[in-house]
């Protein structure tokens, strides 16, 4: 058996595993689109590394775009076989990658305008929307730790991680000479308390285990303090300044939680009044999913749907979709409060509210998750004094604020207990992706106190053989 690293391989984007087996079955850990490196992206992300259409099978882990991305690309260059995940990463791919297109596609089109004009070659997305829906039909939802057997020699279970909805460690036994080795493949660990997702749970002993490391050295506040500094925030922004408040968010996971929270001031009466805006049509789609997929609520949000049947909505809350209400915004008179999407602010309406709002001091600007280093949202939440938005300087005047005990990733501390239900004298080997470099030697210094051995951090295309 062989395991090639071909994506977040160092870097914490475009997770990508390939295992080829010794009877030549070749199974993909992920498919996800590298992000925020401009032309080197696309570039990035159409040199695979390998002929789609040799792979047998690509076992999902969750549905955010850099671990599923490249799913429509890879159908597009000749991928037929199928897609393993859960019910509920299922049912997200399914507008997800819709909507990956669909960005795709208008962003190419105002790209292309730019390019007409200086007498350079046309772009094409990677893939349109046909392509995204042609590749939802190679998906297989199975439920949450359920035992699936994809062929005699090949077996999976999803473990819950608590990242987001229908998240699981892929839990798979290869057999090979009449032996089962088994490989555990985290992708993103979620933390130990969420207002709506339950725990992660202990996943099965692995032989090979592939983890996370995207908070290798860093510790979160816990969700309350995120509560009373989420409330602050907007208090300040909307009363004392009088301004706007510019939420970068996720649209699936992080947008759901933070409506959650407003819901919550709402229903206790210490939101201001204001009006709220979830301007993201994919926003809109995933909660209905996530209304359509309790199985995956913890109990104290299950129990909470008894006495507040729409924990995702009230009455100064409106959801956008239509792209001319989008743009009444830019005109909107007075404060309110704005969460779009993404949160890395690389893509999608974000990037127009921010352009339209980042150059007065009465607006705060605040960040609830992860920015990869190389983001437009990281470039702004380090501090830079000016910043270019579809090709446009501005100056960064308003507040940059910062809460990152909302990300949806564990931090060091979190993880290594999570991977605490491994006995760790059976791992062979421990890999670690989805993280940058530094970050990642200091995680495996903290893993090597925790009891764990032979710890490799793959470079990008390296691959191992056992």
């Known amino acids: 058996m062989k395991i090639k690293f071909l994506g977040a391989a160092r870097e914490v984007t475009g997770s990508k595993i390939l295992i080829t087996t010794d009877s030549g079955r070749k199974i993909l850990l ?15 992300n159409r040199a695979l590394g390998f002929d789609p259409g040799m792979i047998d099978h690509i076992i999902l882990t969750h549905a955010h775009i850099d671990h599923s991305g490249l799913i429509p690309y890879m159908y597009r260059n000749g991928f037929r076989g199928s897609v393993i995940c859960t019910n509920a990463t299922r049912d997200l791919c399914s507008i997800m990658l819709a909507d990956s297109a669909y960005i795709q596609e208008n962003d190419t089109r105002t790209f292309n305008k730019r390019r007409a004009k200086q007498g350079l070659p046309l772009a094409t997305p990677l893939y349109n929307q046909e ?18 057997r994809i062929d005699d020699s090949i077996k999976v279970r999803f473990t819950n991680t608590g990242h987001m909805l229908g998240s699981g460690v892929a839990n798979l036994q290869i057999r090979e000479n009449g032996e089962f080795k ?16 339950p725990s992660p749970v202990p996943f099965p002993q692995s032989d090979i285990l592939i983890t996370e490391s995207t908070y290798g ?16 925030v907007i208090i300040d922004t909307i009363v004392n300044k009088g301004g706007k408040l510019i ?10 939680e933070i409506v959650y929270s407003l819901n919550n001031f709402f229903n206790r009466d210490k939101l201001p009044r204001t009006d709220i805006y979830v301007d993201s049509p994919l926003a809109v789609n995933a909660t209905t999913v996530f209304r359509m997929h309790t199985e995956w609520f913890n109990k104290e949000f299950q129990n909470l749907l008894k006495s507040d ?25 007075g404060p309110c409060v704005i969460i779009s999407a993404s949160g890395m602010a690389e893509a999608g309406r974000i990037k127009h509210h921010l352009a339209n709002n980042i150059s007065d001091k009465r607006n705060t600007v605040l960040f609830v998750g992860y920015c990869s280093p190389v983001t437009l949202g990281a470039r702004i939440a380090r501090g830079d004094n000016e910043v270019s938005i579809h090709g446009t300087v501005y100056k960064v005047n308003a507040e940059i604020r910062k809460i990152e005990s ?4 564990a931090d060091y501390r979190e993880m290594i207990s999570f991977l605490g239900c491994q006995d760790t004298q059976k791992i062979d080997k421990t890999y670690l992706v989805h ?6 030697i200091n995680y495996s210094a903290e893993l090597q106190k925790a009891g764990f051995k032979n710890i490799e951090i793959p470079s990008k295309g390296q691959e191992y053989t056992f």
């Open 182 to 197: 088994r490989i555990a493949y985290t992708g993103d660990i979620g933390r130990p308390v969420n207002r709506i997702l």
């Open 435 to 440: 993280g940058e470099y530094e970050t990642q």
């Open 247 to 256: 939420i970068p968010a996720f649209s699936v996971g992080r947008t759901q």
């Open 406 to 409: 909302f990300s949806g990733h």
């Open 131 to 148: 392509d995204a829906a042609e590749a939802m039909k190679l998906f297989i939802g199975i439920p949450g730790n359920m035992n699936f």
């Open 30 to 44: 992920d498919c996800g689109m590298f992000q925020g490196k401009g032309l080197e992206t696309d570039e990035m």
């Open 309 to 333: 049947y729409d924990p995702f909505g009230f009455n100064s809350l409106f959801y956008i979709t239509r792209a001319e209400d989008s743009k009444k915004l830019n005109d909107h008179k």
């Open 217 to 232: 050295d860093r510790l979160h506040e816990d969700y309350s303090a995120a509560d009373v500094e989420l409330l602050e």
